[in-house]
């Protein structure tokens, strides 16, 4: 299947301008020179960390219940009326948009007898009626219909809502915490990272499809978004089409990062002015919101953005992979190249990245007191565990605070 089209079609902020530039002009340096950004020297992590289920549920109770955790895009829900269901960590989320445009999380269980109210997915609706007994919900979660309520016996609507969670929306994304006691500072999470997300204008875009892919431990899934150094050798005939392979930057913006790899164009440009680049064209970055989102595209026409989330099991994870386009296909045409991107998007993640993560999990257990080297080379991949490691150990009340990233050369 051959390789998408780079089209570019963000016009840049003066922000966003001057940083794709920035490491556009990096890229250009490695090129010239066959070389990429390295961390100061190489990395253990033990291989334990993978497998050990006791080490799992601190990363679920210590960072992925407590965090503001991206579950949906604006696009999912785009107009008044929309929801979007999904289950999380074992825990049933609805959320929704409401009439004034606000959005809202909730647990998707009915408060009579816990009943899942919408399934899994995205719809349009004036309320949410649970399907066991028809009790109904505005949506914003208040209880406005119980069934035969003259028989049922009198019910005190504001103390059965749905049990509320904490919920913001920012740069075209809807986080939310599992934690109802919990408390959402997307300033303060986000950091240097929000000015270059709201850039990216991934608000305004149309949400073409989403697709499921299946995987294996949640940070052997990770491990494969964050470096190029793999492309040449699994990515031979895809991915290694159009990127070189090991030549990349790295930059991290406390616990989340951006990891640009270099595109192949970038020969055919590398002696013209300036003023001629395309960063969309020439720049392949990976905007990547901790614990498990990756934006790719994020400069062009067409958006790819994946939703790593673990699964109910250590050695199991789900990853939504969603296409954005700039603008709603017009033509048959169009919605061709778009469907295209989805289908070589997900078999290239699915048969390529997973398959060989499968393959990497089913030998966990012949290196359970070994452990893994990361090389300078793999300097996003460093950060990401060292991030994972200092947030099991950091107060939650500390956790938006900027992990020790490698230093890089």
């Given at each position: 299947m051959s390789t998408p089209p780079y089209t570019a079609a963000l016009d840049f902020d003066p922000v966003l301008r001057d940083d794709a530039f920035g490491v556009m002009r990096r890229l250009v340096d490695h090129y010239r020179r066959k070389t990429t950004d390295q961390a100061s020297g190489q990395y253990r992590e033990p291989v334990a960390n993978y497998r050990d289920p006791?080490?799992?549920?601190?990363?679920?109770?210590?960072?992925?219940?407590?965090?503001?955790?991206p579950v949906a895009l604006s696009a999912e829900l785009a107009t008044p009326g929309s929801y979007k269901a999904v289950e999380v960590l074992?825990?049933?989320?609805?959320?929704?948009?409401?009439?004034?445009?606000?959005?809202?999380?909730?647990?998707?269980a009915c408060r009579h007898r816990g009943a899942e109210l919408v399934p899994a997915g995205v719809g349009h609706t004036r309320r949410l009626t649970c399907p066991y007994h028809a009790w109904s919900y505005d949506l914003g979660g208040c209880l406005v219909g119980v069934n035969a309520e003259e028989t049922f016996g009198p019910v005190d609507r504001g103390a059965m809502s749905l049990r509320y969670l904490p919920v913001a929306e920012r740069a075209g994304f809807v986080f939310v915490c599992l934690d109802p006691s919990g408390s959402i500072d997307l300033d303060a999470w986000l950091g240097d990272m929000a000015p270059l997300l709201d850039g990216l204008g991934l608000d305004r875009c149309f949400h073409h499809s989403t697709t499921h892919l299946p995987g294996p431990n949640w940070k052997l899934v990770v491990d494969g978004y964050l470096e190029g150094y793999h492309f040449a050798s699994l990515h031979r005939t895809t991915v290694f089409r159009t990127n070189h392979s090991n030549m990349a930057t790295f930059d991290p913006f406390g616990p989340h990062m951006r990891?640009?790899?270099?595109?192949?164009t970038i020969g055919a440009v590398a002696g013209s002015p300036e003023e001629t680049w395309e960063p969309a064209t020439s720049v392949g970055p990976i905007f990547w919101l901790f614990p498990g989102i990756a934006i790719a595209g994020g400069w062009r026409r067409i958006v790819e953005i994946s939703f790593v989330l673990p699964g109910r099991t250590w050695d199991r994870s789900l990853t939504e992979q969603h296409v954005l386009l700039r603008q709603p296909p017009v033509d048959d045409e169009e919605i061709k190249v778009a469907d295209h991107a989805r289908d070589w998007f997900y078999e290239v993640t699915l048969d390529e990245d997973y398959a060989t993560g499968e393959g990497v999990q089913r030998g966990l257990d012949a290196f359970t007191n070994e452990q893994f080297v990361f090389g300078r080379n793999e300097p996003g991949v460093q950060h990401f565990h060292r991030t994972v490691t200092q947030m099991i150990e950091t107060p939650p009340t500390k956790l938006a605070q900027a992990p020790t990233a490698p230093p890089t050369t």
């Open positions: 006791e080490i799992w549920q601190q990363e679920m109770d210590r960072i992925h219940r407590v965090i503001p955790l074992g825990t049933p989320v609805v959320i929704t948009r409401d009439a004034t445009d606000v959005v809202h999380a909730m647990l998707n990891v640009a790899f270099a595109l192949k």
